[in-house]
């Protein structure tokens, strides 16, 4: 069982940045994937960022050079560092754990999400 937990959300206003910590239970961290995806009423959740075990990252078209996922397995804490935000980037942000090969998922363990909100 992993348990994850969300900080760092908040409110910062258009063109600025926040970086998103997930705090990881268990001692196994390391051998799970790592994904942020976001979800922001009346739409789907959407994958934002991924980062694998062994470090490699994808991003979503809409994240790309703006937003960096990195992982600190002896910290058993994964980011999401976000440059340049949009008002269209506000939603709750979740991240979320699993042990697949794929982008999408399945993933088998979620965090309560983190509110971030970007005016204009």
């Known amino acids: 069982q992993v348990q994850l937990v969300e900080s760092g959300g908040g409110l910062v206003q258009a063109g600025g940045s926040l970086r998103l910590s997930c705090a990881a239970s268990?001692?196994?961290?390391?051998?799970?994937?790592m994904a942020w995806f976001r979800q922001a009423p009346g739409n789907e959740r959407e994958l934002v960022g991924r980062?694998?075990?062994?470090?490699?990252?994808y991003y979503a078209d809409s994240a790309k050079g703006r937003f960096t996922v990195s992982r600190d397995n002896a910290k058993n804490t994964v980011y999401l560092q976000m440059n340049s935000l949009k008002p269209e980037d506000t939603a709750v942000y979740l991240c979320?754990?699993?042990?697949?090969?794929?982008?999408?998922?399945?993933?088998?363990?979620w965090g309560q999400g983190t509110q971030v909100t970007v005016s204009s």
């Open positions: 980062i694998s075990a062994a470090g490699n990252t």
């Open positions: 979320a754990a699993g042990r697949t090969f794929l982008v999408t998922g399945p993933y088998a363990f």
């Open positions: 268990g001692r196994t961290f390391s051998t799970y994937a």
